[in-house]
């Protein structure tokens, strides 16, 4: 296919920063040429995006971890939001995408470029609801046009990877709606898609513009993030029709983009009972053509909500190891609320654990070499090395702290099996 | 093999109970009956202890979740371990262990005997090595004929179901410590054990008195479960000689009890890779005969202290799915200290999590019922309905206590999927 030969800014990049990046995947360089050539990687970095760190998606690439951030309606405080900004940087995201649906959505996008290295995402779909319905519009009362002008916007702003759901067709959208799905359609941009479709009696804008969406997204080196409208939000729904339809066009989308050099990752469910997630992950992999796989948990069940960032990590970790290449977080406010400070950290968290017990699972040196560093630093009760191998080092400090000047921890003290064994 | 028909109080117990033990689990009582018979399931209940909850674990029971509890020399106050009691109790675990170490240790036990229904545990050998030490002699330092006695009292005390590490041989020891292992042996009677055997040259004294244990669990229907001394304590020791050999001790220890008709199960890891875990679990499960199988977690990564809630959740689900039948819960201070009530909540909640969605991946019918509720209510955004479907119904109420009003939840406000479409 060649995308990089057709796409100047990613051969840029990789001019510039080919031994940087192999270095921080500890992965041969023309290992990644190879697949961001071929589209199994993509390199999300817009140069709009003042000194964005350059980060590769997909395999041999580690497993990467985004973090959903973002006013709402109800929830409108830009400085809350970049706060959390910090909080998921502090935490370990590899990425952070702006949700936002309240406030000046410009300013609160571009403040977050400005503040954070790490690449950010947008869904544009959501800016343009925003408006029409400030405007007094339907949230789905916009022009095409309109919407190929918030791209382009955002593109220039430096947002590095755009959610755009132009996988989703009326057949789709007819299949989620039908009455067989427990749960209908639960993407926010898939139901104002479904609506635009409905009311002007037309097929998806995003699908029909599609060439122009490319022509966007190359001028920018924008990553297309492929958007799951039709994502199952029921496990029950997991695997019907509305769902493959979909995974069916993303897959002749990918083509598409990659014959003009445009970078595409593919997003994926959703809710998915755990006996399903591996056999959904290889097929949707297989269905893309192996393009870079954005996962939302998947959730192994649909009955946890305040604990949703487990049942992620638990979908997220056999999805990893199946094949996803970069899982999203959930927060313990999933299906709640907006998550506070605290939950973006918690949600990351979960991510973290799931995506390097993936990795390990993998056999991936380096993962397994962290295990082995923190178990030899327990054999040894030596808690400085602990806390330094550990995923978060600063919660070890903490929990420690009332006992730091035993030798053991607290929980099993002088009956501590490995000292009781070493004496 | 027929357990029934040679322990005479299991007997007592089905004729009184069966009915509503069935009605419990759902399951046809004839099938429980075949299970309790052939020791693929057992009952945890002990007719001293008063009003017990009879507890089935085992294959078709469901999945169910045990919480450690109990003081230690760093962190002993008998007060806040009944308050963790009444949490894990609230939170919904089927079983608890009191593993204390420290204070008044039969007082403890009573007190938490008299508190609660719910089947309690305990590990004989962690009071015994606590009197040891406070009266001067080794932890080891002990005689077997005083483990048979603190066997012996605790089970006329009422305790259900007791950790006894019969399996652990001197050859097990010695492939554990040899050197081959990361992480040797972190089981707190496995290292006592394992200190014994080489204090006295000789033999593990629960195995080499193996019948006076049997005779001692027959009496008062005590379940023994047969415990995992050399579980690996790191992903990298998960499957290794060491771990075998006392599988496979415990195997034939599984046929000696049931020719005795004394109930058991078997204790398993522990760390263990994701990509390992159904295949240890179901070798387990094979090796000793199908009997219920109880697992700590498993983890499936070293180096999240903190989260190993989270990391034992990944692990317990896909456990469960592949055979395992009794969550022992991990909280977030696993590893770093002795747990708050907060942390007997959370790794409740984490294993419930767990344990549920191993069920709707089975497709057990009151557990894809209980999806199929909650994503009914939230499509209707009857937030009752989603409370009531709720693993933490608590939970939910107080998240979406800002909002209350809003007909939907803070994340989306009026740009509710659910209710964009719904119009």
């Known amino acids: 296919m060649s995308i990089i030969g057709k796409n100047r800014i990613l051969q840029d990049y990789l001019d510039e920063h080919h031994n940087a990046l192999a270095a921080r995947e500890n992965v041969d360089s023309a290992l990644l040429r190879q697949g961001l050539d071929k589209g199994t990687v993509t390199l999300l970095a817009n140069p709009a995006h003042p000194d964005v760190l350059p980060t590769l998606i997909g395999r041999p690439a580690t497993v990467k971890v985004n973090a959903n951030l973002g006013t709402s309606p109800f929830c409108c405080d830009p400085a809350v939001e970049m706060d959390k900004l910090r909080a998921a940087e502090q935490a370990g ?10 406030g000046d959505l410009d300013e609160i996008r ?18 343009l609801a925003q408006r029409c319905v400030a405007e007094g519009r339907d949230p789905a009362g916009f022009e095409p046009s309109e919407l190929l002008d918030e791209i382009r916007k955002q593109a220039e702003q430096g947002v590095d990877f755009m959610t755009v759901h132009c996988g989703l067709t009326r057949r789709g959208a007819q299949l989620a709606t039908s009455g067989n799905r427990l749960m209908g359609i639960v993407s926010r941009g898939g139901s104002i898609l479904a609506r635009w479709m409905r009311d002007h009696d037309a097929e998806n804008p995003l699908l029909t513009h599609y060439d122009e969406v490319l022509d966007l997204a190359l001028a920018h080196n924008v990553t297309l993030s492929l958007g799951d409208g039709l994502r199952p939000g029921a496990g029950a729904d997991a695997g019907d029709a509305a769902q493959w339809e979909e995974v069916l066009v993303l897959g ?17 469910p959703g809710h998915v009972p755990l006996d399903l997630v591996e056999a959904q992950i290889r097929s949707i992999k297989q269905a893309t053509h192996d393009a870079p796989l954005y996962v939302l948990g998947p ?39 907006l998550p506070t400070r605290e939950d973006v950290w918690n949600g990351v968290m979960a991510s973290l654990v799931a995506a390097h017990a993936a990795e390990v699972s993998l056999r991936r040196p380096e993962a397994v070499a962290r295990d082995h560093e923190i178990s030899r630093a327990r054999k040894e009760l030596d808690w400085d090395a602990v806390r330094a191998a550990a995923l978060d080092p600063e919660l070890v400090e903490r929990r420690r702290g009332e006992h730091k000047k035993e030798k ?11 000292r009781m064994l070493d004496e």
Chains 1, 2 share one sequence.
Do not use: N, W
């Open 110 to 127: 571009t403040g977050m470029i400005r503040a954070s290295r790490l690449p950010l995402g947008t869904v544009p779909l959501y800016s």
């Open 408 to 418: 053991e921890c607290a929980m099993c003290g002088k009956f501590c099996a490995v």
């Open 252 to 268: 002749e989308l990918t083509l598409r983009a990659r014959e003009r050099g445009v970078q595409v990752m593919i997003e994926g």
């Open 93 to 102: 995201a590899h990425a952070v995408m702006d949700l936002s649906t309240a």
């Open 299 to 337: 959730l192994v069940t649909d009955c946890a909500p305040g604990y949703d960032h487990i049942a992620g990590a638990i979908g997220g970790a056999l999805a990893a190891r199946s094949g996803a290449d970069f899982l999203c977080y959930l927060t313990p406010a999933e299906h709640l609320t």
